[in-house]
């Protein structure tokens, strides 16, 4: 089955790839007691957006199995057209030879923080050594970013983990993908979604069925460890798979 799904990806014109929240790790990081203790300590400090950080950190540790999936991934589209779109809160993907141009995160995550006033930024080096250094003292309640000099508001990560999003830190690069999607219509699309739950349903996993639905010539991949059905309208035009998708990318036989 492995050698068909990687012939559709291969003969495919244009690829569409939904990374899901499988990639966050939330599963493993789970099973470590400081992780869970750490979590629950920014959630009692009202700062549920560092969660992001608190699992780039943890991941980091050890064997980062999600981050070695972005590469194979990369590897696999590496002379392909194609496109993706992560709920995902994992950073991985920029630093994975992954292109950046070629990629939208509407849940964000890590890499940019936000005042309430001016667009989200960057992190300075401060910032990061900031995340460091309560990855290291276990104090993840006393992250402080600072406050904007505009506003005065105080700096906070840019993620949907905060009850006042911004979303201006991905519109542009969701422009970019909707113009693409345009330029997808009546070609042979192959869909990969990988381990894609029912978080932000509406983000990938049903307008990903749309395009499926109404694009003939898609071929549907969807990867999932308990959630890897698909639609009766993709009957015949698609494969399940039924496996964590960050252990299927890891997989020898991709």
């Not at 869909?191 to 307008?207: D, H, K, N, S, T």
């Not at 998708?245 to 991709?254: D, K, R, T, Y």
């Amino acid at each position: 089955m492995q050698e068909e799904l990687l012939k559709r990806i291969q003969d495919a014109e244009l690829v569409l790839v939904g990374i899901g929240e499988e990639f966050d790790g939330e599963k493993e990081l789970r099973a470590f007691p400081d992780y869970l203790r750490a979590r629950e300590a920014l959630e009692q400090a009202n700062k549920p957006w560092a969660i992001p950080a608190l699992q780039r950190f943890y991941r980091e540790q050890g064997p980062n199995l999600p981050s070695q999936a972005f590469h194979h991934l990369a590897s696999l589209l590496k002379e392909k057209n194609y496109f993706l779109v992560s709920v995902s809160v994992n950073d991985g993907l920029c630093g994975s030879g992954l292109r950046q141009d070629r990629m939208v995160t509407p849940c964000g995550g890590a890499r940019l923080k936000q005042c309430g006033q001016e667009p989200p930024v960057p992190l300075t080096p401060g910032d990061e050594a900031q995340i460091v250094s309560c990855g290291h003292t276990g104090r993840w309640e006393d992250l402080d970013l600072g406050v904007c000099p505009h506003c005065g508001q105080p700096w906070i990560l840019n993620n949907v983990y905060t009850a006042r999003y911004d979303e201006r830190g991905y519109l542009d690069q969701w422009q970019s993908y909707t113009k693409w999607l345009q330029g997808t219509l009546n070609r042979r699309l192959c869909i990969l979604e990988l381990g894609v739950g029912l978080q932000c349903p509406g983000v990938i996993r049903f307008p990903f069925e749309k395009i499926g639905y109404y694009n003939q010539k898609t071929f549907f991949i969807r990867v999932h460890e308990r959630l890897s059905q698909l639609t009766k309208e993709l009957a015949g035009r698609g494969q399940s798979v039924s496996q964590n998708a960050v252990e299927w990318l890891c997989s020898p036989c991709l």
